[in-house]
């Protein structure tokens, strides 16, 4: 039996740092994600494809996003996606998932796994829910949705959704999943494999190899160490396999860059033009060094080119440090006279005054000074 284990779609997800036509290809390439993992399936001939938690980014998304999330599994009629409410988009009163849109637009093969419990989902097959009710449970859904599970041949499927004991700095949270409580339940044999969902990462827990977070996707953010991936899993008695595939198109990278010499700014420049499918490629970047004026305005220019390409790019500002020094190199490169060289006296007096709002402002001055005389390499 093939199934694939996947969560953390959160459609209709923005990020503050998308402007223009970034934001909507990234909300597109998550709606693609969707299709293909439907495809996956079918190619992997796969019974179904379970969710677990925050398909949606929360319960009051774009009713254009609802439509066409729905419309997008119901591409692929022949795998039945079900889908666990999560701490995103819980299963309240405000719930999408009984929102009048989600109800009139749900294809057949969409079903809501909106009871805490088992169901046989085919032939000595059984799905173990643990759908979240509100977004601050008190207890281990998991465990309460494992605690009356009778005897039974079926394999066992738990879809669970929140963060394990094992990995939380908060012990006081009451709805930690409890791992080794997991782990007891494997070992007896009453769950064949736990599907979990909120770590973007893909993550294999424990040490029976049948506890894993799938993780998003599509990646969400800079710090998930491997996100991009479904997972297919393949149950039996006794075995189980599981594969990672990429499904993800989106990347997230953070680069930190000591610049103190025109080779220095050289290396950057071509770490960045190494960078494949820039559309879909976010940077934060941290500068750390000490530049001339006439380098600050390379730099400036090389950071403006790359805005334009790149989905997103970032200062990495608690991991900057740069430091412009001017040069008397600098001034005289330029060649001014008259109003032009006593503004630029001013400026290269106020820049070498210290470090203070004023004096930082005078570097900018100087470097952009470089830049409108043509003198910037």
Known sequence: MKFIHTADWQLGMTRHFLSGEAQPRF?????DAVRRIGELAVEEGCEFVLVCGDVFESNQIDRQVLVRALDAMASTPQVTFYLLPGNHDPLDAASIYRSNTFTLNKPDNVAVLDESGSISVAERIELVAAPWMSKRPLRDLVDESCANLEPSSALRIVAGHGALDSRSPDADNPALITLARLEERIEAEELHYVALGDRHSTTNEGTSGRVWYSGAPEPTDYDEIDPGNVLVIELEPGK???????VGTWTFKRHESHLASDADIDALEDWLASLAD????IVKLSAI??????QRARLDRLLEMQTDL???????????????????AD?????????AHEALCDLRDAASSGDDQEALAARDGLALLHRLSGTAQ
Do not use: C, M, N, Y
């Open 240 to 246: 189980i396999e599981v594969r990672a595939h990429r």
């Open 289 to 294: 060094g000490q530049i001339s004026v006439a």
């Open 27 to 31: 909300s597109g390439a998550r709606l």
């Open 310 to 328: 790149l989905a997103a790019f970032e200062p990495w500002e608690r991991r900057t440090d740069l430091v412009v020094i001017p040069d008397d």
């Open 331 to 339: 001034f005289e490169a330029l060649g001014l006279s008259g109003f």
């Open 278 to 281: 820039k559309e879909r490629t």
